[in-house]
């Protein structure tokens, strides 16, 4: 059996891990009885922690917030991971998060034994981060609100500016919050059209409070997955579907970029999933690629590409022409 402050810390853990327990799972957890687990509650509620509890069968505990913030609980590995985001301040996707990020880590890693601060070095040695860029960022307030809803299931109402700049009052159930293409996502269920949507979180404004709690539906896919479809492709006129004749690990270097999804089919091709509002920036973007591709989506594609390829064949002509001072017409 623990001893008495090692209990505590286990006990505290526990309550941080998730929302709600009841008196008896925390006791099989702690291996103790549910009176030694009442008095523990009694002892970190007198340490300053905000322990709310239910009475009856259906009953259990709560870790609450409280008017100061009480000491948290991290494993070597939660303890890494906040460390590592708050070096790279997230990117510079989370308003006003940098200079409060630098004042948390140096809280941080004045405590962390030498073995994770090493760690967490080693890793920033060998992390490179794209280069920050000019995109909307969103509110920490925002994010806080969307991760907490998600955390605790619990149904949100918010304003939405959709990419046309149309506005909309919805009512989803959260799941997820997705960082991807330099972008924050909400995956979530919209109640009022019965189908799963993707939210850019800069573009949502909440409303409190927060709806009742909902049980939770079975995800259409992996959230990273379903998200990276839906902003590279389906909010766009022209979806395209290419196969690229090279291998996706080759193309890794712009999967980070937010225009589209890459998967493999076998050692030398993959599949490009994009999506683009004109046929001249899709064209642009499979160029860049550098490498043989065929298109099966969408078919006006190809038509188009003739008429990119017969312009920069002309400039072709033109500059060797200008060389041997010819006038391209002439030629």
Same mark, same amino acid.
């Given at each position: 059996?623990? &001893? @008495? /402050?090692? =209990?505590? *810390?286990?006990? +505290?853990?526990?309550?941080?891990?998730? %929302?709600?327990?009841?008196?008896?799972?925390?006791?099989?957890?702690?291996?103790?009885?549910?009176?030694?687990?009442?008095?523990?509650?009694?002892?970190?509620?007198?340490?300053?922690?905000?322990?709310?509890?239910?009475?009856?069968?259906?009953?259990?505990?709560?870790?609450?917030?409280?008017?100061?913030?009480?000491?948290?609980?991290?494993?070597?590995?939660?303890?890494?991971?906040?460390?590592?985001?708050?070096?790279?301040?997230?990117?510079?996707?989370?308003?006003?998060?940098? &200079? @409060? /990020?630098? =004042?948390? *880590?140096?809280? +941080?890693?004045?405590?962390?034994?030498? %073995?994770?601060?090493?760690?967490?070095?080693?890793?920033?040695?060998?992390?490179?981060?794209?280069?920050?860029?000019?995109?909307?960022?969103?509110?920490?307030?925002?994010?806080?609100?969307?991760?907490?809803?998600?955390?605790?299931?619990?149904?949100?109402?918010?304003?939405?500016?959709?990419?046309?700049?149309?506005?909309?009052?919805?009512?989803?159930?959260?799941?997820?919050?997705?960082?991807?293409?330099?972008?924050?996502?909400?995956?979530?269920?919209?109640?009022?059209?019965?189908?799963?949507?993707?939210?850019?979180?800069?573009?949502?404004?909440?409303?409190?409070?927060?709806?009742?709690?909902?049980?939770?539906?079975?995800?259409?896919?992996?959230?990273?997955?379903?998200?990276?479809?839906?902003?590279?492709?389906?909010?766009?006129?022209?979806?395209?579907?290419?196969?690229?004749?090279?291998?996706?690990?080759?193309?890794?270097?712009?999967?980070?970029?937010?225009?589209?999804?890459?998967?493999?089919?076998?050692?030398?091709?993959?599949?490009?999933?994009?999506?683009?509002?004109?046929?001249?920036?899709?064209?642009?973007?499979?160029?860049?690629?550098?490498?043989?591709?065929?298109?099966?989506?969408?078919?006006?594609?190809?038509?188009?590409?003739?008429?990119?390829?017969?312009?920069?064949?002309?400039?072709?002509?033109?500059?060797?022409?200008?060389?041997?001072?010819?006038?391209?017409?002439?030629?």
């Amino acid at each position: 059996m623990l &001893e @008495t /402050s090692a =209990r505590l *810390l286990r006990l +505290l853990s526990l309550l941080q891990s998730r %929302r709600d327990w009841t008196g008896p799972e925390l006791a099989e957890r702690l291996d103790v009885t549910a009176r030694t687990v009442r008095r523990d509650v009694e002892r970190l509620r007198a340490l300053g922690y905000p322990v709310h509890a239910a009475p009856g069968t259906a009953g259990g505990y709560r870790l609450g917030a409280g008017a100061a913030l009480p000491p948290l609980l991290l494993d070597d590995e939660e303890a890494v991971a906040v460390a590592l985001c708050l070096r790279t301040g997230a990117g510079g996707t989370v308003e006003g998060v940098e &200079e @409060t /990020s630098v =004042r948390a *880590l140096a809280k +941080l890693e004045q405590v962390l034994p030498s %073995r994770l601060r090493h760690r967490v070095q080693s890793m920033q040695a060998i992390t490179v981060q794209p280069g920050r860029g000019g995109g909307p960022t969103v509110g920490q307030q925002v994010l806080t609100v969307l991760g907490a809803a998600c955390r605790d299931r619990e149904r949100l109402r918010f304003d939405y500016l959709d990419h046309r700049g149309a506005a909309s009052r919805r009512t989803v159930e959260p799941y997820r919050l997705v960082h991807h293409g330099r972008r924050w996502y909400l995956l979530a269920y919209d109640v009022d059209r019965a189908d799963w949507r993707t939210f850019r979180a800069d573009r949502i404004e909440p409303k409190s409070p927060t709806g009742p709690r909902f049980t939770p539906r079975e995800l259409p896919e992996d959230a990273a997955a379903y998200v990276a479809k839906g902003v590279t492709s389906r909010a766009y006129r022209y979806q395209a579907v290419i196969v690229l004749h090279t291998s996706a690990d080759s193309l890794a270097q712009y999967s980070w970029s937010g225009f589209g999804t890459i998967t493999a089919r076998d050692d030398l091709s993959c599949e490009l999933r994009t999506g683009f509002e004109s046929l001249d920036a899709l064209a642009m973007y499979v160029g860049m690629l550098g490498v043989h591709f065929e298109i099966k989506e969408p078919p006006e594609f190809a038509d188009h590409l003739r008429a990119v390829a017969a312009r920069l064949s002309w400039a072709a002509d033109a500059a060797e022409s200008s060389r041997a001072g010819v006038s391209p017409a002439g030629r």
